[in-house]
């Protein structure tokens, strides 16, 4: 690997296949810069034509650094882009794929991943709410009705549809 210059970010590059090797500090200040961003855009090469790589079987790479097989991500959880990722060391992009997420970061992807990301968070912190006060009210009643023991309430914590008229 070389060297290569990607405004104010030193990444290297597969002479072989154009991939790029990027720290973890590299990647970040990309991701949050946008002077980086148009560094990266505009130091692009044109995609291939031929884009018969998807149908490559799935390749896990070792890390040019600690040589452990690294970790096959979708960046953000929803750009689509698979990138090949050690924790402690860097991110490894295929030909294209760094062009791919500085285009998906610009276009408002990483702020739509981070708000779907949040709302799924809301959502299931209301759902834990929901389940531990069925659950404290089902608790309630069998105390005053002493006919549940443990079993019969966890039992009934789970059937929504059973709770939702007793409580009505």
Avoid at 57 to 70: E, F, I, K
Avoid at 76 to 86: E, F, L, Y
């Amino acid at each position: 690997m070389q060297p290569v210059r990607l405004g104010e970010t030193t990444v290297q590059e597969c002479e072989r296949c154009h991939g790029l090797w990027l720290d973890v500090r590299s990647f970040e200040s990309i991701c949050a810069s946008r002077e980086q961003q148009a560094a990266v855009l505009g130091g692009a090469s044109p995609a291939p034509h031929n884009t018969a790589q998807d149908d490559l079987p799935v390749r896990y790479v070792p890390c040019p650094r600690c040589a452990q097989l690294m970790n096959r991500v979708n960046f953000a959880r929803c750009s689509g882009v698979i990138v090949d990722v050690c924790k402690g060391h860097g991110t490894w992009f295929d030909r294209e794929e760094l062009t791919r997420i500085v285009e998906f970061i610009r276009e408002g992807g990483l702020e739509a991943s981070r708000r779907k990301e949040k709302s799924h968070i809301e959502e299931e912190r209301r759902k834990l709410r929901d389940e531990q006060f069925v659950t404290l009210r089902v608790k309630s009643m069998g105390t005053k009705l002493g006919a549940f023991d443990e079993g019969h309430i966890s039992g009934i914590a789970s059937a929504r549809g059973l709770l939702k008229f007793l409580l009505d």
